[in-house]
């Protein structure tokens, strides 16, 4: 079993920065994909990408080529790098871990973090 702490959220204007990271617990994180969700008021929790254990990774085409994941195994800490945001990121960021394969849904995770706001004004 292991535990999520996600950090990094804030406030942002259009076309800036944030870095998000995600701390895990327990001893077992480097077998685990870890995944990044967000969810805005009245919407789903939706995909926004995943990087497996060797450092491969797949993102959302919403957020592709402008935000990047990766992982320090020494640390055991995933980063979500996000750039050229826009007021259409603003939502609850969460990070998730699993090991079973499939990745595109929540349901694929046995793990979550409690999620760090990210607010992008205009």
């Known amino acids: 079993q292991v535990q999520l702490v996600e950090s990094g959220g804030g406030s942002v204007q259009a076309g800036g920065s944030l870095r998000l990271s995600c701390v895990v617990s327990?001893?077992?994180?480097?077998?685990?994909?870890m995944g990044w969700f967000r969810q805005a008021p009245g919407k789903e929790r939706e995909f926004v990408g995943i990087?497996?254990?060797?450092?491969?990774?797949d993102y959302a085409d919403s957020v592709k080529g402008r935000f990047t994941i990766s992982r320090d195994d020494a640390k055991q800490t995933v980063y979500l790098q996000m750039n050229s945001l826009t007021p259409e990121d603003t939502a609850s960021y969460y990070c998730?871990?699993?090991?079973?394969?499939?990745?595109?849904?929540?349901?694929?995770?046995?793990?979550w973090g409690q999620g760090t706001q990210v607010t992008v004004s205009s």
């Open positions: 998730a871990a699993q090991r079973n394969g499939r990745y595109r849904n929540p349901g694929d995770y046995d793990a």
């Open positions: 990087i497996w254990r060797g450092g491969n990774t």
């Open positions: 327990g001893r077992t994180f480097s077998s685990y994909a």
